[in-house]
Structures are given as C-alpha cells and as structure tokens.
C-alpha cells in the first residue's frame, strides 16, 4: 500500500523559514517526479515546485527564490524548504508522485498522473 505523509508545518512568521518534509512507503521516489502542491482557503490547487529523479527541479514563479525541493532517495523522503514566506503562501501543503514521469516539466502541475497523495500538512504565515 502506497502511502505518502506530509510533516513540518506550522505557524511561521513572514521572513522566518519552515522545513516540510514527505516521507513515502510502499514506493520508491528516485523513480519518479514528486512535486509539492499547495491550496489556501477559497482558491484552487496550484503547483509548488518539483523534483525530478534526476533532481532537476521546477519551481512556481511565486516561490522561485526562496522555496528549494530537494530528496533523500536513501529515506525516502523529499523536503521542501520555505524561506522567507509571506502571508500569501498560507495554504495546506500536499506532495504527490507523478507515476508516468521520471523527469519534470514546465506544465508539471497540470499532469494527470499524481495518483499518490498524502494528507497535507497546514502551513500558516502571520506574525
């Protein structure tokens, strides 16, 4: 069973910085592209960033700067670091695995074959 969950969140305030992190079981994340999704309250889904398994990445031009996604293979896990966040990027957080791609493009968060998804963890920015 394939199973993604989502930690780190939290009250941060603007400028500070937060770690997520996404730690899956029952699938092997270097094979595929896993990207971190956010949606706030009232607003759709978007796109965060992404990583490839060869670890190239693509980011949101609302993140590009000051959020990095990175992996472990070795764990399993793939992070996203938010640094200097601003109240506009209060949302729940969601990693998910492209299972038909190794590699991330431009257009990733328009894929249609995210099947895994976890729980989400809540990130909320205010002072």
């Known amino acids: 069973q394939v199973q993604f969950v989502e930690s780190g969140g939290g009250l941060v305030q603007p400028g500070g910085s937060l770690r997520l992190s996404c730690a899956a079981s029952?699938?092997?994340?270097?094979?595929?592209?896993v990207a971190w999704f956010r949606q706030a309250p009232g607003k759709e889904r978007e796109g965060v960033a992404c990583?490839?398994?060869?670890?190239?990445?693509v980011y949101s031009d609302s993140v590009k700067g000051r959020f990095t996604i990175s992996r472990d293979n070795a764990k399993n896990i793939v992070y996203l670091q938010m640094n200097s966040p601003n109240s506009g990027d209060t949302a729940i957080y969601y990693c998910?695995?492209?299972?038909?791609?190794?590699?991330?493009?431009?257009?990733?968060?328009?894929?249609?074959?995210?099947?895994?998804w976890g729980q989400g963890t809540q990130v909320t920015v205010s002072s």
């Open positions: 998910a695995a492209d299972i038909e791609r190794r590699r991330c493009t431009s257009t990733y968060q328009y894929s249609k074959t995210y099947n895994y």
């Open positions: 990583s490839s398994s060869d670890g190239s990445t």
């Open positions: 029952g699938l092997f994340l270097d094979y595929y592209a």
